[in-house]
């Protein structure tokens, strides 16, 4: 806690540092990164510029700050599961949760996929390759050869789509159809190993 604020001066702050981030995050999908200015986010809250400069120095800080949670709860799903043991165990609790985070987080990931510039920006782009690279790994057991590459992808590409397109279901319904999906391209890939080791 800062030196001499009360509980209640931290509970503002972290509220209005919330409050600045929900409206970047707007102004980010309805504008993209690179439409959007800090002017803009303090004329949406009715707020001067000055007032978001006190958050966040820059536009870098902002957008930091707003994929910071969605980095961080993928970030301990995959500390999660690559501490079990037993590699199906691994794979279930990686897909079970990769699914319910894509659910919680989809407002996050659709505008990063449709935005080129904040997908591209160096505090987004070179974490989220790793993050990405580390749940491939999780649901793709195995050596991680082409054919571990090719699924991969597919896997995550397959469960990221229904998620950016809207769709009238509800979200336990999209869980089961998403969870369906995995397992099935699990068990796509595992055929597809087999086919290759007969070849041999």
Do not use: C
Request: hydrophobic share 40%; no cysteine.
């Amino acid at each position: 806690m800062t030196t001499g604020m009360h509980d209640s001066d931290v509970e503002a702050e972290v509220s209005s540092r919330s409050r600045f981030l929900d409206a970047a995050l707007d102004l980010f999908v309805e504008h993209g990164y690179n439409g959007t200015s800090l002017q803009m986010i303090g004329d949406r809250l009715g707020v001067s510029k000055a007032a978001v400069t006190y958050h966040f120095k820059s536009k870098d800080d902002l957008i930091r700050a707003v994929i910071a949670p969605a980095f961080h709860e993928l970030q301990e799903l995959l500390d999660g599961a690559e501490a079990i043991k037993r590699e199906s165990a691994r794979r279930t609790h990686a897909l079970d949760g990769y699914v319910d985070y894509l659910i919680r987080q989809r407002r996050v990931a659709s505008w990063l996929s449709r935005d080129v510039a904040a997908i591209g920006h160096p505090v987004v782009y070179e974490p989220a390759q790793q993050l990405t690279g580390r749940i491939d790994a999780l649901l793709i057991a195995g050596p991680h050869d082409e054919i571990a590459q090719i699924w991969g992808s597919a896997i995550t590409q397959a469960l990221t789509g229904p998620i950016l397109n809207p769709v009238s279901i509800s979200d336990g319904d999209l869980r089961e159809q998403l969870l369906a999906i995995g397992h099935q391209l699990i068990r796509g890939h595992q055929a597809a190993v087999r086919r290759s080791t007969k070849s041999d």
